[in-house]
């Protein structure tokens, strides 16, 4: 391990609109980041390596795995977090979340949600295909694929697309 | 919101419930009234429809200080807040909108004004080990009874207070109407009067055509805190001052540090403290298992002072054991004449006599449960000697009693808070991972968050039992079943509580195994030795995991051998309608119940068979490499057919729909009868097509799901849940789906490739 790593240094980032300074080492994921030193806790630690979606948050608007980007890495950007996607829950997809009873523990959802948002933005009609691609990145053990698939379409109605 | 039953420190501003008095933090909701309170109420509440979602009216007290609590379930203050106690733990199954329904419903409470609070691991509620599929199957007329307490006392009350008959008067939609006189009395105007009155014993229960919430679908209390990133889970609690750590252990069980070096550990920034956890004794049981715990400012520093720790092990008995071994002994002792477990019939004669006999043995391996939420506790060891728990646990009072034993002190000394679980699966059952925090916390005299990684969840879990299974049957010349051996070789969940076990506890054999339906005339069933090398617990359906496959799977086998349509096939193993009590001595029958409560009834089972087989179309033709294939089973006194639509194309499978028929019997919230069943299907598929867990040199060889893989939205059918209206008591739900899956799965792929499958997960090259 490099002395540079085991340096702790300060960042000023800029997170749900928000500049906050936290005192890390440079290696320290946006998971752990948001987590503990922010208190932000709606995103999920899963697994660590990127492979389960849980921990996705937003950069500059694009979905990526906060549990293997460091925190030097998002200096400059903007960092949107489950709690920062809408001001008052009403995002679509929150809203077709809650009216379709998509969440069972619950758990992987602020990661599904996160995942999602960030692929409608561009997207103007998701097919079934889409869904999948997009959202297969997203593990959930409860087994809510079928009513993500519908929240998500139900979103774009909400929508008003 | 989530409501913890007990005042929570009051310290700081961080925008967390546990660092808010429950007072301010009903302040704060307050005025955000509608953002995070939106829980629900029904607009014509008779019908089935999807209710109209209402604007929660925030409460202004709490359950501590409300003024009428006629029992230990419900608080209602003078405001008319209604605040019901969640007594079970909420990991998905839905039980936070499911027991408070039943509640509010014979209370006659506008859902509008419903708090759900919840309860704290106390034996003053009873049972509150939320596993079984048992909540409402237990607990069903006890909460109702409680409800209607409550609303018999508020009839008293009002009519008191006008001074007329109680027969003049009814509770209705939060209020005691006068019918003669039109007059009305809120619940909250009638809270200190009835407060005042004496409990009755037996309140009347209303009919079911007069429930208001039983039956319907509801939405779940919990969304939006979810949605919103606000829900609060084991994993997210937080105290100020508190640290947090990461415990290394031995990779074998029953091993213990030999020697370490904490230097370079010690070196990571934010890295405070190396505390060794005493190796735990065998059996394992709850205890922790021992090892080194990195202490540290955040969860980061603690994983990273973990890998550089330096560490030697004793590994102990167990470094001998290996999967592939280990599968040889099983599939020996599986061959082998076994332990006697029932004889009907002479077998050995009907298997002379046979004209055709078929026999398999079956694998299915040792499994994981990974819930997304890992296993974690945040402990709070002060110096009083008192200790305060948050954790995600499916048996707080286990957490109690084990926290107690472990620091020697009386339980009353010892709180524990229940988050939500992010899933549990029974994983969350075993509070070893909370004594790891206790014992940290007492060492370092701080608050300790304990955060299992990824790895250790899957490395160091109570794993469902590796099993292998011979299966022999014969069939006369019309190819009907007429004999049938059956011998079920696994390790005993006993084993983590025991030693010296090497045969299943009759509990184990009663889930699918003793409880065969079939209408076989001669049949024979055994248990054959396997000893754990490994901690074995309980997942999600347990035994009728192999149980219901084996007897499914084997259907299918034989209705291929007798050139028979496997749901005929299938039928006529069931038989005719019967009674099946008689697979039980004495009054109790399956899963504890009482059999004339809960009688076992092929009737049943028929019925979901050919529930699911119409509804899926059954006997259509389909494309080529396109099959259904069908299985049913009988747990947690619920019934359960499943009809898998699958494709093999190049050596690879597809699941396209899978048709779901459960009959649960009376059930509360059938949204989430659906929703369990939909995760119970993906729960299946995973075990089908991707669970296995192996030891090398007694360690696990998996580690994060590159190598436990689950199943993800793209590889997930349509699935299509038909639920039985059936007015018998209810059964349970969160497991009994399961089971069908895997079965019903390889039934399809055995109509397409002619090869019965007879290992999990399935393996490409049996495709072909
Ligand atoms: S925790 Fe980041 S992908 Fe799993
Ligand atoms: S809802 Fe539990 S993991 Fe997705």
Redesign the interface.
């Known amino acids: 391990?490099s002395n540079l790593l085991?340096?702790?240094s300060t960042f000023a980032l800029k997170v749900n609109g928000e500049v906050r300074t936290v005192e890390a080492?440079p290696d320290?994921?946006l998971l752990?980041v948001l987590?503990?030193?922010m208190?932000?806790?709606?995103?999920?630690?899963?697994?660590?390596?990127g492979?389960?979606g849980?921990c996705t948050i937003h950069l500059d608007g694009e979905a990526i795995r906060s549990c293997s980007t460091p925190i030097s890495a998002a200096v400059g950007k903007e960092v949107t977090?489950?709690?920062g996607l809408s001001i008052?829950?009403t995002h679509p997809?929150?809203l077709a979340?809650?009216?379709l009873?998509v969440?069972?523990?619950?758990?992987?959802?602020?990661g599904q949600?996160m995942t999602a948002a960030s692929w409608m933005r561009e997207k103007e009609n998701p097919t079934p295909q889409a869904?999948?691609?997009y959202?297969?990145g997203?593990?959930?053990?409860?087994?809510?694929?079928?009513?993500?698939?519908a929240a998500i379409v139900r979103a774009t109605e909400i929508e008003g697309r | 919101m989530f409501l913890f039953e007990q005042e929570l420190p009051d310290t700081s501003e961080r925008p967390t419930i546990v660092n808010m008095s429950r007072r301010d933090f009903l302040k704060r909701t307050a005025l955000a009234a509608g953002s995070t309170f939106v829980l629900g109420a029904f607009i014509g509440c008779r019908s089935k429809t999807e209710f109209v979602p209402e604007t929660k009216i925030p409460a202004q007290g709490t359950m501590a200080d409300a003024a009428f609590q006629p029992n230990l379930l419900i608080g209602i203050s003078d405001a008319g807040d209604v605040f019901i106690v969640c007594t079970r733990s909420e990991m998905g199954q839905g039980i936070r909108t499911g027991m408070p329904p039943v509640i509010a419903d014979e209370l006659e409470a506008s859902w509008n004004r419903v708090h759900v609070v919840q309860a704290d691991g106390d034996p003053k509620y009873g049972d509150q080990n939320t596993d079984g599929s048992r909540s409402v199957r237990k607990h069903f007329d006890e909460w109702r009874k409680a409800g209607a307490t409550a609303r018999a006392m508020f009839v008293t009350a009002a009519a008191q207070t006008w001074g007329v008959a109680e027969s003049e008067c009814v509770a209705e939609n939060h209020v005691v109407k006068h019918m003669a006189t039109g007059r009305e009395l809120g619940y909250g105007e009638l809270a200190a009067t009835a407060a005042t009155l004496e409990v009755p014993e037996n309140p009347t229960l209303k009919s079911r055509d007069q429930w208001r919430y039983i039956t319907k679908p509801m939405r779940g209390v919990d969304n939006r805190d979810i949605v919103t990133g606000t829900a609060v889970f084991g994993i997210d609690a937080q105290l100020p001052g508190m640290l947090y750590a990461s415990v290394e252990r031995c990779p074998v069980i029953g091993g213990k540090v030999k020697t370490y070096d904490t230097k370079s550990a010690l070196a990571i920034p934010g890295v405070r403290q190396v505390i060794p956890i005493p190796a735990a004794t065998l059996p394992p049981a709850f205890n922790a298992l021992g090892g080194l715990a990195v202490v540290a400012e955040n969860t980061w520093a603690a994983f990273k002072g973990r890998e550089a720790l330096e560490v030697e092990w004793h590994l102990g008995p167990n470094a001998t054991h290996n999967s592939e071994v280990y599968r040889n002994e099983m599939e020996k002792s599986a061959t082998s004449p076994g332990r006697e477990i029932r004889t009907v019939g002479d077998v050995t004669r009907a298997m002379n006599e046979a004209a055709k006999t078929v026999e398999a043995v079956y694998h299915v391996p040792m499994l994981a449960h990974a819930p997304m939420e890992p296993p974690s506790a945040l402990a709070w060891v002060k110096k009083d000697g008192t200790c305060e728990i948050w954790t995600p646990s499916q048996d707080p009072q286990a957490v109690r009693t084990t926290v107690a034993e472990t620091l020697g002190v009386e339980v009353e000394k010892i709180t524990v808070h229940v988050t939500l679980l992010g899933g549990g699966f029974g994983r969350k059952s075993k509070p070893d991972y909370v004594v790891e925090a206790v014992l940290i916390s007492k060492a370092v005299g701080a608050p300790v968050k304990v955060t299992w990684t990824r790895e250790d969840e899957i490395r160091f879990d109570y794993f469902h039992a590796p099993s292998v299974q011979y299966l022999q049957a014969g069939l006369d010349a019309q190819g009907k079943t007429t004999a049938w051996v059956h011998r079920t070789t696994f390790p005993s969940i006993s084993s983590t509580f025991r030693t010296n076990v090497d045969h299943a506890s009759s509990g184990e054999l009663g889930l699918g195994f003793t409880t065969n339906p079939y209408n076989i005339p001669n049949m024979r069933l055994e248990n054959g030795a396997a000893e754990a090398h490994v901690r074995i617990g309980w997942l999600r359906s347990v035994c009728n995991i192999q149980h219901g496959f084996t007897l499914n799977a084997f259907a299918g086998e034989l209705a291929q051998a007798a050139g028979r349509d496997q749901k005929d096939y299938l039928l006529e193993l069931i038989g005719p309608p019967r009674n099946l009590n008689s697979l039980f001595e004495g009054d109790k029958g399956a899963y504890g119940e009482d059999l004339s409560r809960h009688p076992y009834e092929t009737g049943r089972l028929r019925h979901v068979v050919e529930l699911a087989a119409e509804k899926a179309g059954w006997g259509k033709d389909r494309p080529k490499g396109h099959a259904l294939g069908i299985a049913a089973h009988f747990s947690f006194v619920s019934y359960v057919a499943h009809v898998v639509h699958a494709s093999v194309k190049d050596g690879k499978v597809r699941v396209h729909r899978v048709d779901c028929a459960v009959d649960c019997g009376t059930y509360v919230n059938p949204d989430r009868v659906k929703a369990q069943m939909e995760g119970s299907v993906v729960f299946g598929l995973t075990l089908a097509l991707h669970g296995k867990i192996t030891v090398s040199s007694g360690a696990v060889e998996q580690s994060n799901f590159h190598d436990y893989p689950l199943l993800r939205i793209n590889e997930t059918p349509e699935i299509h849940v038909h639920i039985v209206e059936n007015q018998s008591p209810p059964g349970g739900v969160g497991e009994p789906g399961v089971p069908p899956v895997a079965p019903a799965l390889t039934n399809a792929i055995l109509r397409i490739t002619g090869k019965p499958i007879r290992e999990l997960p399935i393996r490409l090259s049996e495709l072909s």
């Open positions: 391990m085991q340096t702790v080492s320290m994921p752990w987590r503990d030193l208190r932000l806790t709606g995103t999920k630690y899963g697994c660590g390596i492979l389960c849980a977090t489950i709690e008052d829950g997809l929150q979340w809650d009216e009873n969440s069972q523990c619950g758990y992987c959802q602020t949600i869904i999948d691609g959202q297969s997203n593990l959930c053990r409860c087994g809510t694929y079928t009513r993500i698939r």
